[in-house]
């Protein structure tokens, strides 16, 4: 009797060990409630032109609100908004700055200033997004209008030639479908959508626009435990150029990066409850060669890319 009893007993504890470890991780965010996340990294590029090192030194913050508003039975409807986003790049000394925070002008001499306005109308903005259970953004319902607000003035540029060329083909970047989905899948694309166990992966691959290269991140996640309302997830990324994309064009210069390639580590603590993430931290390390040619010159650019970023949820 006292064998059987502890043999019940076992089995009742391996029961117990197994569902705190076992977990339905989709999204399942509280209707009508706001949640906030801030955004921070930081990146270091030395790259190569005819001989001469150039090191190129960027951070940025962001911070996002979402808010779900609707939900079916295959996706739910939120409302985003980018409430800040900032950048600051250092090249070999001269920093440029954007930000939202400033309304900027779309006429200005300097790109910086033009590009703090387009930051500010998104900024000012709400995106509609459909997304599915896993955080993968189905479609941004208002991306028409918001293109067309956004994008109004942007005739009126003063800077000529390859500049402005260059600075309309970055502001389109800015306002497209694959950018706003990228954009918003930073704070909500990794989860499985479905029942996991500790030591159970999945993997997300994601095709993302990274200043006009065509990337595919391919990832794969592992839930290492859980620990109350907590789920601890690793993750490791292979980073590369996207198969059947063709160059990046833009002020009359091509630029293929067929062999840029990369890897990045993080580690992730997301609430069960919401499927929301409480918080990330990643390291990412990315080398290549980067082929850039125009009329009259061709050059092999290697580069080297080193990042830090973190993710967390405000309060």
């Given amino acids: 009797m006292k064998k059987l009893l502890l043999s019940c007993l076992i089995v009742l504890f391996s029961v117990s060990v197994i569902a705190q470890n076992s977990v339905n991780l989709k999204m399942n965010p509280e209707k009508n409630k706001v949640y906030r996340f801030s955004s921070a990294s930081e990146q270091t590029t030395v790259q190569t032109v005819n001989g001469n090192q150039q090191t190129i030194e960027s951070k940025s913050h962001d911070a996002v609100s979402i808010k779900m508003i609707d939900a079916t039975a295959g996706f739910m409807v939120a409302e985003v908004h980018f409430d800040t986003l900032i950048s600051i790049i250092n090249t070999m000394g001269k920093t440029i700055t954007t930000t939202s925070v400033a309304e900027g002008d779309i006429k200005s001499s300097e790109t910086a200033d033009i590009m703090s306005c387009i930051k500010n109308r998104l900024s000012r903005n709400a995106v509609y997004a459909k997304i599915d259970y896993t955080g993968k953004v189905l479609e941004i319902v208002n991306l028409k209008m918001l293109s067309d607000v956004i994008m109004k003035d942007t005739s009126s540029i003063t800077l000529t030639g390859l500049?402005?060329?260059?600075?309309?083909?970055?502001?389109?970047?800015?306002?497209?479908?694959?950018?706003?989905?990228?954009?918003?899948?930073?704070?909500?694309?990794?989860?499985?959508?479905?029942?996991?166990?500790?030591?159970?992966?999945?993997?997300?691959?994601?095709?993302?626009?990274?200043?006009g290269m065509i990337l595919d991140i391919i990832t794969s996640y592992r839930l290492d435990g859980v620990k109350g309302n907590s789920a601890n997830i690793t993750a490791e990324s292979e980073i590369k150029a996207a198969e059947n994309e063709g160059p990046m064009v833009t002020g009359g210069v091509t630029i293929t990066y067929d062999n840029l390639k990369g890897l990045s580590k993080s580690n992730m603590?997301?609430?069960?409850?919401?499927?929301?993430?409480?918080?990330?931290?990643?390291k990412t390390h990315i080398t290549g060669n980067l082929g850039v040619s125009g009329p009259g010159f061709s050059i092999q650019m290697p580069m080297d890319i080193n990042g830090e970023s973190k993710v967390i949820a405000l309060q």
């Fill in 163 to 211: 500049v402005r060329s260059g600075l309309k083909t970055q502001i389109e970047s800015t306002v497209s479908d694959n950018t706003l989905k990228t954009m918003i899948e930073t704070f909500t694309h990794y989860l499985p959508g479905r029942q996991v166990s500790a030591g159970d992966n999945w993997n997300v691959t994601v095709r993302t626009n990274s200043g």
């Fill in 269 to 282: 603590v997301v609430d069960i409850n919401t499927g929301l993430m409480i918080e990330d931290k990643a």
